[in-house]
Nanobody, 127 residues
Framework: QVQLVESGGGLVQAGDSLRLSCAASGRTFSNYVMGWFRQAPGKERDFVAAISRGGSSTNYADSVKGRFTISRDNAKRTVYLQMNSLKPEDTAVYYC????????????????????WGQGTQVTVSS
């Protein structure tokens, strides 16, 4: 397995930007498809974005498409989530996740698809 640690969360106002980072340790980072999920209070953990092993392919939830960008730096063993034009409804704990699945990237969007998780970082967007 790979160990994951998120950082970069915080309290921002609507319209602001944040960049989350997720640093990986353990097994070879480039062997994993990486994803971001989020969980608001009282709600299920929802898919946000995923990126292929080499970084050439990405997939996004409709709710963040055009505002969020997932990227990765395999040399730094880090995956990022750039969040722009933040809205109060983006408020949640954001989790980084890793999977060794070789399924089509567009189909990898369930929590059950991912085997390694970080501890989460809180993002709060005030109106």
């Amino acid at each position: 397995q790979v160990q994951l640690v998120e950082s970069g969360g915080g309290l921002v106002q609507a319209g602001d930007s944040l960049r989350l980072s997720c640093a990986a340790s353990g097994r070879t980072f480039s062997n994993y498809v990486m994803g971001w999920f989020r969980q608001a209070p009282g709600k299920e953990r929802d898919f946000v974005a995923a990126i292929s092993r080499g970084g050439s392919s990405t997939n996004y939830a409709d709710s963040v498409k055009g505002r969020f960008t997932i990227s990765r730096d395999n040399a730094k063993r880090t995956v990022y989530l750039q969040m722009n034009s933040l809205k109060p409804e983006d408020t949640a704990v954001y989790y980084c996740a890793a999977t060794s699945s070789y399924a089509v990237l567009a189909s990898i969007k369930s929590t059950r698809d991912f085997g390694s998780w970080g501890q989460g970082t809180q993002v709060t967007v005030s109106s």
